[in-house]
């Protein structure tokens, strides 16, 4: 046992040991990746079988502008896209709404209508890419608007690949970012699953996300345990809307967070495939693979860049990345050195693109499935992962699962005390990190910054107030009244919502129509 002047632990608190041996692991039993409880890794050959898909999350200002971005991308070697929208269009208002005055195009990209989602993928074949689309509220809508562009390029559904983040749960713990109230946020997930079901069966339904749960500063405990409690309440809900789990459960996908440290993050990505294979067998029954096996997206962590010695951030990305790329991860996205002061430039992106690529073809990291399995330290920090998030489920589970523990605060108060202690030992220099409360230098190094174009939004406003102007007011009219008796009954949303946005209804227009329905989420009256 190591005293406390030299005690080290985690961020979720597992103490470290100086050295582990085979007693740390006594009966552990290694399967086979690709086997069940797939800890080593969904697939067997892993990455010699097929890399994991590279992508960069790029969203900004115009849809002009970030189909260039796009396109630039693609032609230096990145393998899918990966879509950030503004926070008007994550909240449901349209450009030209009061609210959104001064954020268009700030945090990624405007979408309020078919016309831009049309000039977001201008000369992009969608049936030749994967696209990943981080919105969750609205996520409905921008994932029609997607099908629509498709089926004008001449792509049937049936061939589309992608993931639509869908994630509205933790949108209550950890980002904000809700529309509706949880009950008819939860319904129009499942009609999201219902519909894909029927008319996108390659699309992968939900990223249940622990990145942003990550983000606001739990531990990797915590992350886990959240993120699967979540998992079980959207699995629930689909059992409840008919849905078979091995059928909803195969296109599910989970987005993690690739924080700093190395090993521990290793294990995470481990313990939560072990964890999810039982809960898909055990709670839901599933039997096929495919819904027995987690899959995730990885991205580096956001919240760990720095805006001092930004090319330290370099460094740290790397590092992130290699955990994810150790851990099994089926796609990857590398945060910009430059992120923690302004939008990636075009330089910053190519170095994050090219750290992927040095990873697969430089480091080994392609070569062989589970690389680190076996190892003492991380199989002991595996096992301590797994009881440590299985304690915290259960108590989710006593309080009702995820939406009661989220309608009851509990979930928001854990993520509170963890974030806070770590504010707290890094203002006490308790936890390094370099270059702010230690290695700092009084001059800092001029970074060329990425800016945005001041005439971006009055020309979103102006295309959006022209949808309008130029659609047929009746078609549109009728198609926003078909929503709202659709949203007063138990058909599902999508068929309805889809009419109304090929007649060049706005996303802000049916959100609003929503509004009206199922009222809007206050987090100041939840406790």
């Known amino acids: 046992m190591a005293t406390t002047e030299d005690r080290r632990e985690t961020d979720s608190g597992i103490e470290i040991k100086p050295v582990y041996d085979a007693g740390d692991v006594a009966g552990l039993e290694l399967e086979a990746p690709g086997d069940f409880p797939f800890t080593r890794g969904p697939y067997r050959d892993m990455y010699r079988g097929r890399p994991w898909t590279i992508r960069q999350y790029a969203g900004f200002a115009s849809a002009e502008e970030t189909n260039a971005r796009f396109r630039y991308l693609l032609e230096r070697g990145q393998t899918g896209l990966s879509v950030a929208f503004d926070l ?226 370099v460094v740290r990305v790397a590092i992130q990345a290699l955990a994810a790329a150790c851990g099994g991860a089926q796609s990857i996205h590398t945060n910009s050195y430059d992120e923690a002061l302004a939008l990636p430039t075009e330089r910053s992106a190519r170095i994050a693109l090219r750290t992927q690529q040095i990873i697969a073809h430089e480091a080994g990291g392609t070569d062989t499935a589970d690389p680190l399995g076996g190892a003492y330290f991380l199989e002991a920090l595996t096992r301590e992962l797994e009881e440590r998030a299985w304690e915290l489920i259960e108590r989710i589970d006593d309080l009702g699962g995820a939406v009661g523990a989220i309608e009851q605060g509990f979930v928001q108060r854990e993520i509170d005390e963890a974030a806070f202690q770590h504010e707290r030992a890094v203002a006490a220099g308790e936890r390094v990190v370099v270059g702010v409360n230690r290695y700092a230098e009084g001059q800092e190094e001029d970074v060329e910054l990425h800016r945005l174009d001041a005439e971006t939004e009055r020309r979103q406003v102006e295309r959006t107030e022209r949808v309008r102007a130029e659609r047929d007011a009746g078609e549109a009219d009728g198609a926003l009244a078909r929503v709202r008796e659709t949203a007063r009954g138990s058909d599902n949303l999508l068929y309805p919502m889809r009419d109304a946005l090929a007649a060049r209804c706005t996303v802000g227009e049916i959100c609003g129509v929503l509004r009206e329905e199922f009222g809007e989420y206050d987090a100041q009256r939840s406790p």
């Open 88 to 313: 008007p269009t994550q909240l449901g208002y349209d450009s030209d709404d009061p609210r959104a005055l001064g954020e268009v195009g700030r945090t990624g990209v405007a979408i309020d209508s078919l016309a831009d989602m049309e000039t977001l993928f201008e000369a992009i074949p969608l049936a030749q890419v994967s696209t990943s689309m981080t919105i969750n509220a609205p996520a409905a809508l921008l994932l029609l608007l997607y099908e629509l562009v498709a089926e004008k390029q001449g792509t049937p559904g049936e061939q589309l690949r992608g993931t639509v983040q869908n994630d509205i749960l933790k949108e209550y713990i950890a980002r904000g970012n809700y529309i509706f109230p949880p009950k008819p946020s939860m319904r129009i997930t499942t009609d999201l699953f219902a519909y894909c079901d029927e008319r996108l069966p390659r699309w992968n339904t939900i990223s249940i996300s622990g990145y942003h749960i990550r983000e606001a500063g739990s531990t990797a405990v915590q992350e886990l345990a959240f993120t699967l409690a979540n998992g079980i309440a959207y699995c629930g809900a689909a059992v409840a809307a008919g849905l078979s789990p091995d059928e909803f459960g195969a296109r599910l996908s989970f987005f993690f967070n690739a924080h700093n440290h190395f090993f521990q993050e290793v294990a995470k990505f481990r313990a939560a495939r072990g964890l999810w294979a039982r809960i898909m067998s055990e709670r839901f029954g599933a039997t096929k693979e495919r819904a027995l096996a987690l899959r995730f997206h990885a991205q580096t962590g956001g919240s760990t860049l720095t805006a001092q010695q930004p090319e330290n951030n």
